[in-house]
């Protein structure tokens, strides 16, 4: 038997004592140094697997004192290592049966599997030895029970892991105050409070005086252009009303004929001009023409060929406008009547200087005019009447 076996006498002995006083329950005594635990080296003393095994004998000399000490120091000091530890540790010698607990260097408590279990390392004999089962409290239970890892699995099946979790369903949380700027969770409300002051980023509807970073002058992108950019850049411009310019400005050259509101280039009226005479001293080609002016004009207007050579009917009657506003007329009448009233084909605007007459047909007719008017005149025949064709002449103007 191993020398642990001396707890037995004394746990039988506890044993007796609680069945003396059934129902008593007793106060934990006060910690004390375990016996003969400062015994000289003389007053204590091992008596040996032999005698401990074979215990007193039947000799009525009762046993050395040295003894005595020896066995209330070893029980005494069993009892105080089991109140400190709980559980004894596990021992290579030991022969542990069904059931039998042992500690392991590392402090796990695992349970015998078998009887007769001795030499076994409770971490490496998974078939002599197994972790210490406890009873699994119903689930829900919420005191100072022993929980089992069965206990704590149901207890956190439906929760979420701190680290990375992955709700499901309508999560909820606090929700913190809108210029709260941690890790703290944001709630939906949290978002919608803090987006109530910002514009959204498809047409965004801004208000106040937004501001924004100033692009680099030239920038030609989708950047936002602030007032201080398009002051810089139309800082070098012309208005579009009333634009003054200055330097050499240019532009696009029209076709030549373009009669629209385009701005003309200096190329544009070159072209133009290239067809056209000047004003001073032009040198015409070709057929010019120029309005006639007015018979008697006398001015620096163009004078064209019409105006210098009047066209005239070449017929039996007509008339001609010289340039000097000198008008010719002339025409035939027969004296049907005695006198007879003719009227000029071109009446005279201002009157008649000149009217004669002659015959015609080898008769002698005498004659001579009435009256004179700037329409007409009349003509009196001595001869009367006749078939004989009178032709006249009249100078007016």
Same mark, same amino acid.
């Given at each position: ?75 005494? @000091?069993?009892?105080? =290592? ?13 022969? =542990? ?11 796990? $408590? ?42 704590? &699995? ?26 709260? #700027? ?8 949290? $978002?919608?409070?803090?987006? +109530? ?11 106040? !005086? ?6 680099? +002058? ?51 009226? &070159? @072209? ?25 004009? #006398?001015?620096?207007?163009?004078? !064209?060929?019409?105006?210098? @050579?009047?066209?005239?009917?070449? +017929?039996?009657?007509? &008339? ?20 007879? /009233?003719? #009227?000029?084909? =071109? ?6 200087? /000149? ?41 007016? &103007?």
């Amino acid at each position: 038997m191993k020398r642990a076996a001396f707890l037995l006498p004394l746990i039988a002995l506890v044993a007796v004592f609680a069945q003396a006083r059934a129902g008593t329950l007793y106060a934990e005594p006060a910690v004390r140094n375990a016996w003969a635990d400062t015994a000289s080296s003389g007053d204590i003393t091992d008596p040996g697997d032999a005698f401990v095994s074979a215990g007193w004998p039947s000799s009525t000399t009762p046993p050395a004192r040295q003894y005595f000490n020896w066995i209330l120091n070893f029980n005494s @000091n069993g009892i105080r =290592y089991l109140e400190q530890n709980g559980v004894s540790t596990w021992q290579s010698t030991e022969d =542990y049966p069904l059931y039998g607990i042992a500690r392991d260097s590392s402090g796990v $408590v695992y349970e015998s599997l078998q009887t007769s279990n001795t030499g076994n390392t409770p971490s490496t004999s998974s078939s002599w030895w197994g972790p210490l089962l406890g009873e699994t409290p119903t689930a829900g239970d919420n005191s100072q029970k022993l929980a089992t890892t069965a206990f704590v &699995h149901t207890a956190v099946t439906g929760l979420a892991p701190l680290a990375s979790p992955t709700f499901t369903g309508t999560p909820a949380a606090p929700t913190p105050a809108t210029a709260d #700027s941690t890790t703290k969770i944001a709630t939906t409300a949290y $978002v919608q409070n803090n987006l +109530a002051s910002y514009a959204p980023l498809a047409s965004p509807a801004l208000t106040g !005086t937004p501001t924004s970073p100033t692009a680099t +002058a030239g920038t030609n992108t989708t950047q936002v252009a602030t007032t201080a950019f398009v002051a810089s850049a139309v800082s070098g411009l012309a208005p579009l009303a009333s634009p003054t310019f200055t330097g050499t400005p240019a532009a696009p050259t029209a076709t030549t004929g373009t009669n629209t509101t385009q701005v003309s280039t200096t190329a544009f009226v &070159h @072209n133009s001009l290239a067809s056209y005479a000047l004003l001073a001293s032009p040198a015409l080609t070709g057929t010019p023409t120029s309005p006639t002016a007015a018979s008697n004009t #006398s001015s620096t207007q163009i004078a !064209t060929t019409a105006f210098a @050579n009047p066209s005239a009917t070449v +017929a039996a009657s007509g &008339h001609v406008t010289l340039p000097s506003g000198i008008i010719i007329e002339w025409g035939t009448f027969t004296p049907t009547t005695n006198p007879i /009233s003719v #009227s000029f084909q =071109y009446a005279f605007p201002n009157g008649v200087f /000149s009217l004669t007459w002659a015959g015609y047909g080898g008769a002698t007719n005498v004659g001579y005019f009435n009256s004179i008017t700037k329409t007409g005149f009349s003509w009196y025949g001595g001869q009367g009447s006749g078939s004989t064709s009178i032709y006249y002449m009249a100078i007016g &103007h």
